[in-house]
């Protein structure tokens, strides 16, 4: 079955610590992004990939980083820097024309102890 | 700022009965589509209907239907004959062109829908 699936479904940290989130999709396609999710927010971008090897900052990309070594995976690493990472992670795809539609990975959990 | 508003933070309907629920957006794009998204408590998005701002007739799912205006920028969805299964925050999405240039979809902050039996 074609998707896209995200690891693990629930993470839990120490403060200052670095945890990388994983994403990977056999859509096929191009582009892919990462969001953060808060209570009574929206969806806000944080990372996005339209190629391999090349990827932009969102609108909130302060205190993480990310990797396109391969089309299939885009993993997102949440560093010490993030004042506040506590919060669920969306992963998504889609063809790069962004008149497609996105594909959203389970999500992951994140909260810092 | 582009954005994309939802004025509606909550809804709630009785089942089987119609509700709408409104979006506005600010593109500065000619040709585009608009998204609306249903997120239900297991949390994981799935597109509800999808529309292409250069047709203009109104695209339509099943219970799920657009009133597109495009000259108000405007997209609200209408769920018809609501069911339980329908409870779940609704999101909508729009192409913004990003600060860096680039263009990204961006989402309203939600609608959370409650169905009243």
């Known amino acids: 079955d074609g998707g896209i699936t995200q690891s693990p479904k629930y993470l839990f940290r120490k403060e200052g610590q670095n945890v990388t989130l994983s994403c990977e999709q056999n859509?096929?396609?191009?582009?892919m992004y990462w969001y953060r999710q808060d209570p009574g927010q929206g969806l806000r971008l944080i990372y996005y990939?339209?190629?391999?090897?090349?990827?932009q900052k969102g609108d909130i990309a302060e205190g993480y980083s990310v990797s396109r070594e391969k089309k299939e995976s885009f993993p997102l690493t949440v560093t010490s820097a993030q004042k506040n990472p506590t919060a669920f992670y969306l992963c998504?795809?889609?063809?790069?024309?962004?008149?497609?539609?996105?594909?959203f990975g389970p999500g992951t959990r994140l909260t810092v102890l | 700022a582009q954005t994309v508003t939802q004025s509606q933070p909550e809804m709630s309907v009785q089942e089987a009965e119609t509700v709408t629920l409104s979006c506005t957006y600010d593109?500065?794009?000619?040709?585009?589509?608009l998204f609306w998204y249903k997120q239900p408590p297991s949390r994981q998005m799935i597109l509800v209907i999808r529309?292409?701002?250069?047709?203009?007739q109104n695209a339509t799912e099943n219970r799920f239907s657009v009133n597109f205006q495009k000259a108000a920028k405007s997209f609200s969805l209408k769920i018809s004959d609501s069911q339980l299964g329908d409870a779940a925050m609704y999101f909508c999405?729009?192409?913004?062109?990003?600060?860096?240039?680039?263009?990204?979809?961006?989402f309203g902050t939600g609608t959370r829908l409650t169905i009243i039996p």
């Open positions: 998504a795809s889609s063809p790069r024309d962004l008149r497609n539609e996105q594909f």
């Open positions: 859509l096929n396609h191009d582009a």
């Open positions: 990939s339209q190629i391999v090897n090349d990827f």
């Open positions: 593109t500065s794009e000619s040709d585009y589509y």
């Open positions: 529309q292409e701002a250069y047709k203009q």
């Open positions: 999405a729009s192409p913004l062109i990003s600060n860096f240039g680039n263009e990204k979809l961006t």
